[in-house]
């Protein structure tokens, strides 16, 4: 499999704190990608980015913010973590010659 | 914007066939693709429909008709262990807007 690692796999924090998740990918892609997933959801892009310093906004990219400044990593920053953002983040990266994306295990985040 | 339709949930016994339809509408469309998830797993790549047709890849062939906007995902020969979620997904500019996904039941 693509080696692609999310860190950490599971978090419990306090509403208000800040939060960074991580992605870690060994495979030199270009394009890498963080999506959470909620029952009935599916799974909702959050932030993307398509180089060192590149990044864009998703559908849901409100109270998030990402950060790339090396090609194998995408951080993930949520400001202030609110219950809302309970949910199972997914990273993911993306084989542009098969138009191929691999996840990563996700992260189980808990804002209590 | 972007939207993809496809049903909650279908059920089916071993060793049938079953279909799972997805609707989309999207700008800069340049593919349909298929995901499937098991439970407390990470969504893994089945198949990638760029142009009109039918691709096949073992058990699982998925179709796609661009004027139609329209898709599916065909598995054959279901096992037990075929049950999972299953997502379409649109790409479009650079990402990929997946659907609310359907939870196949293989039944014995």
């Known amino acids: 499999d693509a080696g692609i690692t999310q860190s950490p796999r599971h978090k419990v924090t306090e509403t208000g704190t800040p939060v960074t998740l991580r992605c870690h990918q060994t495979?030199?892609?270009?394009?890498m990608y963080w999506y959470r997933q909620d029952p009935g959801h599916g799974l909702r892009l959050i932030h993307y980015?398509?180089?060192?310093?590149?990044?864009d906004k998703g559908e849901v990219s409100d109270g998030y913010s990402v950060s790339r400044s090396k090609t194998e990593d995408f951080l993930l920053t949520l400001e202030s973590a609110t219950s809302s953002q309970t949910s199972v983040y997914f990273c993911?990266?993306?084989?542009?010659?098969?138009?191929?994306?691999?996840f990563g295990s996700g992260t189980r985040l808990t804002v209590v | 914007g972007q939207s993809l339709e496809q049903p909650s949930e279908v059920t089916a016994v071993e060793g049938a066939i079953v279909q799972i339809n997805c609707t989309y509408q999207?700008?800069?469309?340049?593919?349909l693709s298929w995901y499937q998830q098991h439970d407390g797993g990470a969504p893994t790549f089945l198949s990638y429909?760029?142009?009109?047709g039918l691709e096949e890849t073992g058990r699982f062939s998925s179709f796609l008709s661009r004027s139609d906007s329209y898709g599916y995902l065909l598995l054959q020969e279901l096992q037990m262990k075929d049950s999972a979620s299953y997502f379409c997904?649109?790409?479009?500019?650079?990402?990929?807007?997946f659907g609310t996904g359907t939870l196949l039941a293989v039944q014995p």
């Open positions: 993911a990266i993306r084989d542009t010659s098969k138009d191929r994306y691999t």
């Open positions: 495979e030199n892609h270009r394009y």
């Open positions: 980015s398509y180089g060192v310093k590149d990044t």
């Open positions: 999207t700008s800069g469309f340049y593919g």
């Open positions: 429909n760029a142009l009109d």
């Open positions: 997904a649109v790409g479009a500019t650079n990402k990929l807007i």
